[in-house]
């Protein structure tokens, strides 16, 4: 089993930042790839970034690119979403996963985090 535990959500005002984390353990070395999805209320739950565990390969939804980045540090086991210029239709509570393979689909993804809400005010 692998273990995700997300940190870094809050309520910001239009055009602000944060910076999710998410820290892995327990059977970590069975992961490949990890990703956020977002889930807005009353919507399904969409994809927003991945990245490659070895690699480093990131993957963007278009909703997000050029305003959010992920990256990685493998020995702490942790990836970080940096979101910048965020906007109201960002708000929505971010899910860290984790998967064997670098996907954008969620049916990818194998173990999932407890969500952190991220608020953007207008």
């Known amino acids: 089993q692998v273990q995700l535990v997300e940190s870094g959500g809050g309520l910001v005002q239009a055009g602000g930042s944060l910076r999710l984390s998410c820290a892995a353990s327990?059977?970590?070395?069975?992961?490949?790839?990890m990703a956020w999805f977002r889930q807005a209320p009353g919507k399904e739950r969409e994809f927003v970034a991945a990245i490659g565990w070895i690699s480093g390969t990131t993957l963007y939804a278009d909703s997000v690119k050029g305003r959010f980045t992920m990256s990685r540090d493998n020995p702490k086991n942790t990836v970080y979403l940096q979101m910048n210029s965020l906007k109201p239709e960002d708000t929505a509570v971010y899910y860290c996963?984790?998967?064997?393979?670098?996907?954008?689909?969620?049916?990818?993804?194998?173990?999932w985090g407890q969500g952190t809400q991220v608020t953007v005010s207008s």
């Open positions: 996963a984790a998967a064997r393979v670098l996907r954008t689909t969620e049916p990818s993804y194998d173990y």
């Open positions: 327990g059977r970590t070395f069975s992961i490949n790839a």
